[in-house]
């Protein structure tokens, strides 16, 4: 299983650096930075912390990919 994001994506979009998203959302700075690089996979709140405050579907910040064996 991977979960992947567009969270660089969208804060690029909205012209926000990653302290901004941090700042706004209550987390650090290095939350936003491993999450960027999809080395951490946030909590269910904060997943849809993120799609509301990018004001997107949870769908369009993070994809699911079932990976075969």
Known sequence: MR???R????RA???LSQKEVA???????????????NKYNPSLRLAFE????FNV????VF???HEEE
């Open 13 to 15: 979009e909205k012209g």
């Open 3 to 5: 979960i992947h994001n």
């Open 23 to 37: 700042d706004q959302l209550g987390v650090s700075r290095q939350t936003i930075i491993s999450l960027e690089k």
């Open 7 to 10: 969270i660089i994506v969208l």
């Open 63 to 65: 994809q699911y990919e």
């Open 50 to 53: 993120l799609a509301l405050f």
């Open 57 to 60: 579907d949870l769908h369009e």
